[in-house]
């Protein structure tokens, strides 16, 4: 393991500069952690809007933009090999040394204000102040909190320097892209200035919303089809029925499966009431008409994302449980109805697990939220020589931390010989704000490769453009829209 130097402001540091060196020194690493003269406080405005927003979001525990008082120092037992330049202003060392630019700027005050200005920051890391190691595209779930959002940006900083210093161990450090202009850090009416033009005007504009309207509230569309479905397309097009819901729960994340001649669709079930998701299913009969749903899956904690396939004689489903801490692979013991608890493949908050068969492995994509922040933007993979394992984490990961494509949306879906599409989600307008499509190009133990997504074109008549699932089993197709439904009613 490395002998790393990490260096903090002497007061006034930040919370996610201690979680740092504590996830570093978790990872085996010999820490050091020196003080960089003077202070990195943020002003009074700014701490002023964060208290006001943890009280109203209630949440006890301190954001990672919270100030601990000062982060001990401490000499390590060898010479350092790497530094991490925390402060933002550190002087030239003969040491490499690796600091980060948030929205061009060596200052996290400038994560805030982009974050209260309506804006998705860019993270890179850089080294020795020119070359760029590493980068992230943090998602920001709850866009009209400040210090929700900032505080999803400075989880990935620390997710991003916990994977440039795995890479600097290993020897396969980024270095062939081009970094940001250095601009100046921010200023207290720069932040002032974004608070209060855009980040509480959209707070309280939230808030109106939900006291009319449920928070979100997801429809599922289907249709059947023989022609080219979206995937080759690229577009939803027409033809598409919604299933219906008595609106107070809501459908959402549809996988098809056809067995035995017959379609069925498995779906996140969620009652607003209770806030937490089970799997149910929709069988249709021979004319297409879909019956009831009825519950096939309960757990004591959310269920979402049911992919079911066969495989081995078997009948399986790998339900998201990131509640749960691990990921589930259940077996059909009467299908559609009973499943059974086969094993925990991998452990973690591991979202929208997407299997695919390829080069002899089985492979999972999926998004591990790292301990803080989203769980759309951190894209993991792991490999095994069987279903039921042993899994493997992939030493990419992370893959890429990216609110434009990290999470999957659906299956693998195989458009012709040799070229695969994988459906993922797009952050950029929010969570469920659209939805893209990415080549596989290329795959194996050592590389996972992704071509940039293309958006799908949303002309059609589904009524709900915002999708964020997509799949197809035979000629049954699947999607998902959200939709605006008021509370206590199941109207538009």
């Not at 998705?120 to 992230?136: M, N, Q, S, Y």
């Not at 001649?261 to 009431?273: I, K, M």
């Not at 799997?279 to 269920?303: C, K, M, Q, T, Y």
């Not at 790998?318 to 009973?338: I, V």
Request: net charge neutral; with cysteine; hydrophobic share 40%.
């Amino acid at each position: 393991m490395l002998s790393i130097e990490v260096i903090v402001p002497q007061s006034s540091p930040r919370l996610w500069q201690k979680v740092v060196i504590e996830r570093l020194r978790a990872d085996g690493h010999d820490v050091a952690v020196r003080h960089q003269p003077g202070a990195a406080n943020w002003p009074m405005a700014a701490k002023a809007a964060f208290a006001f927003e943890q009280r109203l979001f209630r949440r006890r525990r301190p954001n990672l933009a919270a100030s601990p008082h000062e982060i001990e120092a401490r000499s390590g037992h060898r010479s350092a090999a790497l530094r991490l330049d925390l402060a933002g202003n550190a002087a030239p060392s003969d040491v490499p040394t690796v600091g980060l630019l948030f929205d061009g700027s060596p200052s996290d005050l400038s994560a805030a204000i982009a974050v209260a200005a309506g804006r998705l920051p860019l993270i890179e890391a850089v080294l020795d102040k020119k070359t760029l190691v590493g980068w992230a595209r943090p998602m920001v779930d709850k866009r009209e909190s400040a210090a929700l959002g900032t505080e999803d940006v400075l989880a990935r900083a620390i997710t991003l320097l916990v994977s440039v210093v795995r890479a600097f161990a290993e020897g396969r450090l980024l270095n062939n892209e081009r970094m940001s202009e250095v601009r100046g850090g921010g200023t207290a009416m720069q932040f002032v200035s974004a608070y209060l033009g855009s980040a509480l005007p959209r707070l309280g504009r939230e808030i109106i919303r939900r006291i009319g309207f449920r928070h979100a509230h997801w429809r599922v569309g289907y249709r059947f089809t023989d022609a080219p479905g979206i995937a080759n397309t690229g577009g939803l097009g027409p033809g598409w029925s919604v299933l219906p819901d008595p609106g107070d729960h809501f459908y959402a994340d549809p996988f098809p499966f056809q067995w035995q001649g017959r379609s069925f669709l498995f779906v996140e079930d969620y009652p607003h009431a209770t806030g937490k998701a089970v799997i149910s299913v929709v069988p249709f009969d021979a004319a297409g008409a879909p019956e009831a749903p009825r519950v096939v899956l309960e757990e004591p904690h959310h269920l979402s994302y049911p992919q079911v396939f066969e495989r081995d004689g078997e009948i399986w489903m790998l339900p998201e449980a990131s509640a749960s801490g691990r990921l589930t692979l259940y077996r059909a013991s009467a299908f559609p109805d009973r499943w059974i608890a086969e094993t925990v493949l991998v452990e973690g908050e591991i979202s929208d697990a997407t299997l695919l068969e390829h080069g002899g492995l089985l492979w999972l994509f999926a998004t591990d939220r790292d301990g803080y922040g989203s769980t759309s933007d951190t894209l993991v993979v792991f490999c095994a020589p069987a279903l039921a394992g042993p899994w493997k984490p992939h030493p990419m990961n992370p893959v890429m931390i990216d609110h434009r494509m990290a999470r999957p949306g659906g299956a693998f879906v195989r458009i012709d010989e040799g070229h695969m599409l994988l459906p993922v989600q797009d952050g950029t307008l929010g969570y469920g704000g659209g939805l893209g499509l990415c080549e596989l190009l290329e795959l194996d133990q050592q590389t996972v490769r992704l071509s940039a997504p293309r958006p799908i074109d949303t002309d059609g008549d589904w009524p709900y453009p915002k999708i964020h699932t997509l799949n197809r089993s035979g000629v049954l197709e699947a999607i998902d829209g959200i939709a605006v439904v008021r509370r206590r009613s199941g109207k538009k």
